[in-house]
T-cell receptor, first 110, second 113 residues
Framework: GQQVMQIPQYQHVQEGEDFTTYCNSS?????IQWYKQRPGGHPVFLIQ?????EVKKQKRLTFQFGEAKKNSSLHITATQTTDVGTYFCAGNTGFQKLVFGTGTRLLVSP | DARVTQTPRHKVTEMGQEVTMRCQPI?????VFWYRQTMMQGLELLAY????????DSGMPKDRFSAEMPDATLATLKIQPSEPRDSAVYFCASGRLAGGEQYFGPGTRLTVT
């Protein structure tokens, strides 16, 4: 079945450093979504990318969808302690359900 | 501010007991999902419904788990009998489209002793 892997599994940065998580699918995706889950919380939708090569920005967060629509990345510039949490990508192959990635847990030290 | 609600938020039970978790999706959302989250397995899709009809429950252990939508405002996930390996956080999510944005509830943290 379809698999969606994320790397790294875990990253610990100092506040102000940049952070990037990468998402790779075993199959071509019709779209990809990103979610953030704070410790003890639930996943919260951040963004959806649909087009090949698409880049979207939300303040300090930059999301990219690969040209082949099989990979994606989330980059956070100048991390803050409020960025702490686990970031999940979720891929849609067009079979009407999302497959969530393995997640990247981000820890930010002040 | 529309939200998905789940009850109970926490449940501790003994092995062999029946557990029922409830979810109220956001009004107007016709797709409902049940996920299980553990440290080891991550976020797993157990089942999902569209317009109250089950579309996929391949992620669910059929012998002990069952999921239903008695009406558009209620989804239930039942485990009978429960086992310690069922200990996890169970999330319900709803959306307008199965492949679209999903809104998650706060989850039910289940502990089976």
């Amino acid at each position: 079945g379809q698999q969606v892997m994320q790397i790294p599994q875990y990253q610990h940065v100092q506040e102000g450093e940049d952070f990037t998580t990468y998402c790779n699918s075993s199959t071509t995706l019709s779209n990809i979504q990103w979610y953030k889950q704070r410790p003890g919380g639930h996943p919260v939708f951040l963004i959806q990318l649909v087009k090949s090569g698409e880049v979207k920005k939300q303040k300090r967060l930059t999301f990219q969808f690969g040209e082949a629509k099989k990979n994606s990345s989330l980059h956070i510039t100048a991390t803050q302690t409020t960025d702490v949490g686990t970031y999940f990508c979720a891929g849609n192959t067009g079979f009407q359900k999302l497959v969530f990635g393995t997640g990247t847990r981000l820890l930010v030290s002040p | 501010d529309a939200r998905v609600t789940q009850t109970p938020r926490h449940k501790v039970t003994e092995m062999g007991q029946e557990v029922t978790m409830r979810c109220q999706p956001i009004l107007g959302h016709n797709t409902v999902f049940w996920y299980r989250q553990t440290m080891m397995q991550g976020l797993e899709l157990l089942a999902y419904f569209r317009n109250r009809a089950p579309l996929d429950d391949s992620g669910m252990p059929k012998d002990r788990f069952s999921a239903e939508m008695p009406d558009a405002t209620l989804a239930t996930l039942k485990i009978q009998p429960s086992e310690p390996r069922d200990s996890a956080v169970y999330f319900c999510a709803s959306g307008r489209l199965a492949g679209g944005e999903q809104y998650f509830g706060p989850g039910t943290r289940l502990t089976v002793t």
